[in-house]
């Protein structure tokens, strides 16, 4: 009886090692993944500052303005090109 109980007792303690052993290469790897997704994370923060500060300087009026007249040729109607409609 005292064998069988060393026994499971044995088998119980590798078992637990192992549990442990890959418990702690399952963390590692878990950091890791972690680490790289908050570079990632990091990185797409960077790039949406970015685009935000760009999307605020294109959509500036004068800008607009700029590329209006300057490359698309238009300009504001004349005040007789004017017509006023009323419901």
Sequence with gaps: MSRLLLVVLLACTIASAIGVVYMRHRHR???????????????LNIDFGR????QATLAQATRVDQVA??????KFPEAADIVVVRP
């Design 69 to 74: 007249r300057g490359r698309l040729g238009m």
């Design 29 to 43: 790897q878990l950091f890791v993944e972690l680490s790289r997704l908050e570079h990632a994370r990091d990185e």
């Design 51 to 54: 685009l935000q500060l760009e």
